[in-house]
C-alpha cells in the first residue's frame, strides 16, 4: 500500500511539474495547426429523437427535449432501457473524421440530461448501467482516436443536470416541448423550484450534486482514457467559485489539457472562445483563440424531423471563412440511438473530405488572412523562410477569367492552382493585384491559388 501511495504521490507531482512548465503557446499549438473538428452529440435523447408521447418538440435542439418538454425523471430514465446503440462502431466514426480532414473530435460524455456516455462509478445513470447496451462508450472512442491519430476531448454539463439530483436547471416554458394543458400549472412550480419541475431533481443540493457527481466524473474522465486533448465545459448555470475552482483543479491530471470558456463567467475565461452557430465578424475579434461549434443541419442531438441540411458548399465556405479569420470549426454530428450517422451527414463528410485532400494545405496551420474578406471568397495565410503564402480560396469563379485582389503592398514572386500546379500569370497595377485565371475552376465549392510574396 505504501508503495502504491508513494507512486500515486510521485506521479501527482510529476503532472503538476508539468503543467506548471508547458504555456499556453505549447499547449495551443496542434489546436492552432488543426482548424478543423468534429463535435459529436449523442445520448439517450436521440431514442427520443425529438418527439414525446406523439407530440413533436416544438423548439429547441433535441438533446432539450426533457427540459422543454418537461418529462419526468422516471419517464425519461425509462427511455435508456431502449437505448442500445448496437450499430455504434467507435473505428468508423473515427475514420470518417479523419477522412473529411478533421483532426480532432468532441463528444458529449454527459448533456444536460446528466447521462453518462461512460461507465461511471459517481452515478448509475450512464450507459454502462441503464441501458441493454451495458458497455463504456468512450473506451472504444479513445482507442480509435489512438490508433488514427486523431485528438480527443470530451463535453461535460458541469453544473445543468436535470437527472442527477442537486444539478441546476436554465428554465424553458412547458409549451416549447409541446402544446400541453398543464403548461401554466408546470411553469408556475418551476419558477418556485428554481426551474426543476420534478421533486427528485432537489433531493440533494447543488454542492452536493458537485462534489458527489460532478468532481469524480471529471475525475474519472481525465484518468480512464488516456490523453485528453479538450475539456468542452457547458451551461455553467447558477456556478459558484468554490464549484469551478474544484473542477478547474482536476485539470492537473492532464495538464496539456485546452478548456473552452464555459465553465463559469467570468472568472474563469479558459483558452478558447466558443461562440455557437455563428462566425464571428472581424470587428469583434480581439485576439483569442476561438472556435465556432456549428450543426449540419438545425439541431446538436438527432431529430427524425430535422431535414435543414447545410449545403456542402455552406459547409466547406464556413470553413474557409472561419480559417481566414484565425479560428477553428468545430462541426456537429448527431447519432442515430443506433450509434449509426445520418446519412446525410455522412455525404457531407465524404464531399468535405474530398475537398480537404486536395485544398487541406490553405486550411491547416494558416493564420488569419491580411486580405480581409474580399467579394470572391477568402484568404488565409503561412509564413515560412521563403516568404508568406497566401491561400486564396475563391468562391465564385471570375467570368473574364481576372482574379483582383485588393490593396497589396507585397513583392509577387509567383502564383499556381494548388488543384494541378498550373502556373499563373500576375499583374500588379499599383495595389491591385490582377490574376490570370484558366476559364473553369479546378472546383465549383472553391479554388484555391497558392501564391508566394515577399512582404
Not at 103 to 114: L, N
Not at 144 to 170: E, H, M, R
Not at 338 to 367: C, H, R
Request: hydrophobic share 40%; aromatic share 10%; net charge positive.
Amino acid at each position: 500500500m505504501k508503495k502504491i501511495l508513494l507512486s500515486l504521490a510521485c506521479t501527482a507531482m510529476v503532472l503538476t511539474i508539468s503543467a506548471q512548465t508547458l504555456s499556453k503557446d505549447e499547449r495551443m499549438q496542434w489546436w492552432r495547426e488543426a482548424r478543423f473538428g468534429m463535435f459529436i452529440h449523442w445520448g439517450v435523447y436521440a431514442q427520443f429523437a425529438g418527439v414525446y408521447n406523439g407530440h413533436e418538440q416544438l423548439k429547441g435542439g433535441a438533446e432539450w427535449i426533457m427540459n422543454r418538454s418537461k418529462i419526468p425523471v422516471a419517464e425519461y430514465q425509462a427511455m435508456a432501457k431502449e437505448f442500445n446503440p448496437v450499430k455504434y462502431d467507435a473505428d468508423a466514426w473515427v475514420r470518417m473524421a479523419r477522412d473529411a480532414g478533421m483532426k480532432y473530435i468532441v463528444i458529449t460524455s454527459k448533456h444536460h440530461d446528466g447521462f453518462a456516455m461512460f461507465k461511471s462509478a459517481a452515478s448509475k445513470w450512464n450507459i454502462a448501467d441503464a441501458t441493454p447496451y451495458g458497455k463504456d462508450i468512450l473506451k472504444p472512442l479513445a482507442a480509435a482516436c489512438k490508433k488514427y491519430g486523431i485528438k480527443l476531448g470530451f463535453y461535460y454539463s458541469q453544473a445543468q443536470d436535470w437527472n442527477n439530483p442537486g444539478g441546476t436547471v436554465i428554465r424553458k416554458a412547458a409549451s416549447e416541448g409541446w402544446a400541453n394543458p398543464d403548461s401554466a400549472k408546470i411553469d408556475a412550480y418551476t419558477k418556485e423550484h428554481n426551474g426543476h419541475w420534478d421533486p427528485a431533481q432537489e433531493t440533494r443540493s447543488f454542492d452536493a450534486y458537485i462534489n458527489e457527481v460532478a468532481v469524480p466524473q471529471v475525475k474519472e474522465l481525465l484518468t480512464n482514457y488516456g490523453e485528453i486533448a479538450v475539456l468542452w465545459w457547458d451551461t455553467p448555470s447558477d456556478m459558484t467559485n468554490d464549484a469551478a475552482l474544484k473542477l478547474q483543479a482536476l485539470l492537473q491530471l492532464q495538464p496539456q489539457i485546452i478548456t473552452n470558456d464555459r465553465l463559469k463567467k467570468p472568472d474563469f475565461p479558459g483558452d478558447t472562445k466558443t461562440p455557437e452557430q455563428k462566425i464571428p465578424k472581424l470587428s469583434d475579434l480581439d485576439g483569442t483563440d476561438w472556435e465556432t461549434c456549428m450543426t449540419m443541419n438545425g439541431t446538436w442531438g438527432y431529430r427524425t424531423s430535422d431535414n435543414k441540411w447545410k449545403s456542402t458548399e455552406t459547409l466547406i465556405h464556413n470553413l474557409c471563412d472561419i480559417a481566414s479569420k484565425g479560428g477553428n470549426y468545430l462541426l456537429n454530428v448527431g447519432p442515430k440511438p443506433d450509434g449509426s450517422f445520418p446519412e446525410q451527414s455522412v455525404q457531407a463528410l465524404k464531399e468535405i473530405g474530398d475537398w480537404m485532400k486536395v485544398n487541406g494545405e490553405a486550411i491547416y496551420a494558416t493564420k488569419a488572412g491580411t486580405i480581409e474578406q474580399p467579394a470572391w471568397g477568402r484568404c488565409t495565410q503561412k509564413n515560412t523562410k521563403a516568404g508568406t503564402i497566401w491561400y486564396l480560396s475563391v468562391f465564385n469563379w471570375p467570368a473574364d477569367g481576372k482574379l483582383v485582389v485588393p490593396g497589396v503592398k507585397a513583392t509577387i514572386i509567383a502564383a499556381k492552382l494548388l488543384a494541378d500546379g498550373s502556373v499563373l500569370k500576375t499583374v500588379l497595377t499599383g495595389t491591385n493585384l490582377v490574376i490570370n485565371l484558366p476559364q473553369q475552376a479546378p472546383d465549383k465549392i472553391a479554388s484555391v491559388i497558392k501564391v508566394l510574396v515577399k512582404e
